[in-house]
């Protein structure tokens, strides 16, 4: 499974973007999705996870209410929509696919990882 996140950048507080993650290898639409992200000097965290048909949907308390995620499986990608964007929403952020259909939370759920894309928000 190969995983090809892009869409960072670097923003101004209160700024939006849009990460989106192409994936490819297996069947898409038959597994869950993930976002998780590592700021400097910090573990790697959850941000967002989504279930096999987009129809259940779970977020960190941290960017609940400003992050949005979702699918296309025709498209074989996730995106996740930033809004609000604050300092501390700066990382890398990583796509994930875990190996079931559930919208796994916990990073040891996941097999599979892209290569991240660096989203940086000045104040």
């Known amino acids: 499974v190969q995983l090809q996140a892009s869409g960072g950048g670097l923003v101004q507080a209160g700024g939006s973007l849009r990460l989106s993650c192409a994936a490819s290898?297996?069947?898409?639409?038959?597994?869950?999705m993930g976002w998780f992200r590592q700021a400097p000097g910090k573990e790697r965290e959850f941000v967002a996870a989504?279930?096999?048909?987009?129809?259940?949907?779970y977020y960190a308390n941290s960017v609940k209410g400003r992050f949005t995620i979702s699918r296309d499986n025709a498209k074989n990608t996730v995106y996740l929509q930033m809004n609000s964007l604050e300092p501390e929403d700066t990382a890398v952020y990583y796509c994930?696919?875990?190996?079931?259909?559930?919208?796994?939370?916990?990073?040891?759920?996941?097999?599979?990882w892209g290569q991240g894309t660096q989203v940086t928000v000045s104040s």
């Open positions: 994930a696919a875990p190996r079931s259909k559930m919208a796994n939370t916990k990073a040891y759920e996941y097999d599979y």
């Open positions: 290898g297996r069947t898409f639409a038959s597994y869950g």
């Open positions: 989504i279930s096999w048909s987009g129809g259940t949907t």
